[in-house]
Protein backbone atom coordinates (compact mmCIF):
# COMPACT_ATOMS: atom_id res chain seq x y z
CA UNK A 1 0.00 0.00 0.00
CA UNK A 2 0.97 3.75 -0.62
CA UNK A 3 0.54 6.91 -0.22
CA UNK A 4 0.66 9.44 -2.83
CA UNK A 5 0.71 12.92 -1.74
CA UNK A 6 0.74 15.08 -4.81
CA UNK A 7 0.94 19.18 -4.28
CA UNK A 8 -0.74 20.70 -7.45
CA UNK A 9 -2.29 24.32 -8.83
CA UNK A 10 -5.53 25.02 -7.24
CA UNK A 11 -7.09 25.75 -10.84
CA UNK A 12 -6.24 21.34 -11.89
CA UNK A 13 -7.82 19.84 -8.80
CA UNK A 14 -11.07 18.97 -10.85
CA UNK A 15 -8.91 17.95 -13.68
CA UNK A 16 -6.49 15.37 -11.68
CA UNK A 17 -9.88 14.40 -9.99
CA UNK A 18 -11.44 13.18 -13.22
CA UNK A 19 -8.17 11.59 -14.06
CA UNK A 20 -7.94 9.30 -11.18
CA UNK A 21 -11.93 8.93 -11.00
CA UNK A 22 -11.30 6.96 -14.72
CA UNK A 23 -8.91 4.81 -12.98
CA UNK A 24 -11.34 4.08 -10.14
CA UNK A 25 -9.23 5.51 -7.29
CA UNK A 26 -12.13 7.67 -5.97
CA UNK A 27 -11.10 8.60 -2.50
CA UNK A 28 -8.93 11.40 -1.85
CA UNK A 29 -8.19 13.98 1.21
CA UNK A 30 -7.57 17.43 -0.41
CA UNK A 31 -5.89 20.48 1.95
CA UNK A 32 -5.69 23.74 0.86
CA UNK A 33 -2.10 25.22 1.21
CA UNK A 34 0.33 27.56 0.87
CA UNK A 35 4.06 27.19 0.12
CA UNK A 36 6.79 27.95 -2.78
CA UNK A 37 9.40 26.44 -4.73
CA UNK A 38 11.58 27.49 -7.62
CA UNK A 39 9.56 29.61 -8.42
CA UNK A 40 9.65 32.23 -5.21
CA UNK A 41 6.31 34.34 -4.69
CA UNK A 42 5.78 37.10 -6.43
CA UNK A 43 4.93 40.92 -5.87
CA UNK A 44 1.75 42.45 -6.26
CA UNK A 45 0.78 46.16 -6.37
CA UNK A 46 -2.22 46.93 -3.96
CA UNK A 47 -3.36 50.84 -3.44
CA UNK A 48 0.01 52.03 -4.79
CA UNK A 49 2.16 49.66 -2.64
CA UNK A 50 4.12 47.18 -3.50
CA UNK A 51 3.78 43.58 -1.43
CA UNK A 52 5.67 40.42 -1.56
CA UNK A 53 3.50 37.58 -1.38
CA UNK A 54 5.93 34.71 -0.86
CA UNK A 55 3.51 31.66 -0.07
CA UNK A 56 1.50 30.69 -3.41
CA UNK A 57 -1.80 28.73 -2.85
CA UNK A 58 -1.42 25.36 -3.83
CA UNK A 59 -3.48 22.40 -3.36
CA UNK A 60 -2.15 19.25 -1.45
CA UNK A 61 -3.99 15.47 -2.57
CA UNK A 62 -3.44 13.09 -0.44
CA UNK A 63 -4.41 9.19 -1.61
CA UNK A 64 -4.02 5.55 -0.32
CA UNK A 65 -3.37 3.50 -3.14
CA UNK A 66 -2.71 -0.31 -2.94
CA UNK A 67 0.87 -0.76 -5.06
CA UNK A 68 -0.29 -2.12 -8.06
CA UNK A 69 -2.32 1.32 -9.02
CA UNK A 70 0.63 3.29 -7.86
CA UNK A 71 1.89 4.33 -11.27
CA UNK A 72 -1.33 4.59 -13.35
CA UNK A 73 -1.91 7.10 -10.12
CA UNK A 74 0.89 8.93 -10.56
CA UNK A 75 1.10 9.34 -14.30
CA UNK A 76 -2.59 10.59 -14.70
CA UNK A 77 -1.92 12.67 -11.90
CA UNK A 78 1.41 13.70 -13.62
CA UNK A 79 -0.73 14.45 -17.04
CA UNK A 80 -3.33 16.27 -15.74
CA UNK A 81 -1.29 18.63 -13.41
CA UNK A 82 1.31 19.45 -16.15
CA UNK A 83 0.70 22.96 -17.26
CA UNK A 84 4.45 22.99 -18.66
CA UNK A 85 5.21 26.15 -16.41
CA UNK A 86 7.15 26.71 -13.07
CA UNK A 87 5.13 25.73 -10.13
CA UNK A 88 3.41 22.56 -11.49
CA UNK A 89 4.10 20.77 -8.21
CA UNK A 90 5.66 17.88 -6.76
CA UNK A 91 4.25 14.27 -6.09
CA UNK A 92 5.73 12.41 -3.21
CA UNK A 93 5.03 8.06 -2.81
CA UNK A 94 5.23 6.58 0.97
CA UNK A 95 4.81 3.51 2.20
CA UNK A 96 1.60 2.61 3.98
CA UNK A 97 2.28 -0.14 6.98
CA UNK A 98 -1.33 -0.35 8.49
CA UNK A 99 -4.51 1.03 7.16
CA UNK A 100 -7.79 0.65 9.42
CA UNK A 101 -11.41 1.69 7.94
CA UNK A 102 -13.18 2.63 11.20
CA UNK A 103 -16.09 2.27 10.11
CA UNK A 104 -16.51 -1.38 9.88
CA UNK A 105 -12.89 -2.17 11.23
CA UNK A 106 -11.06 -3.39 7.63
CA UNK A 107 -7.56 -3.42 7.77
CA UNK A 108 -5.03 -2.37 5.17
CA UNK A 109 -6.00 -3.67 1.47
CA UNK A 110 -9.96 -3.70 2.10
CA UNK A 111 -9.82 -0.80 3.89
CA UNK A 112 -8.58 1.22 0.73
Known sequence: M????????????EEVRA???MLGISGMTITEVKGFGRQKGHTELYRGAE?????????KVEIAVSADQLNDAVDAITKSANT?????GKIFVSSLDKVIRIRTGETD???I
Open 109 to 111: QDA
Open 51 to 59: YVIDFLPKI
Open 2 to 13: KLITAIIKPFKL
Open 19 to 21: SLD
Open 84 to 88: GKIGD
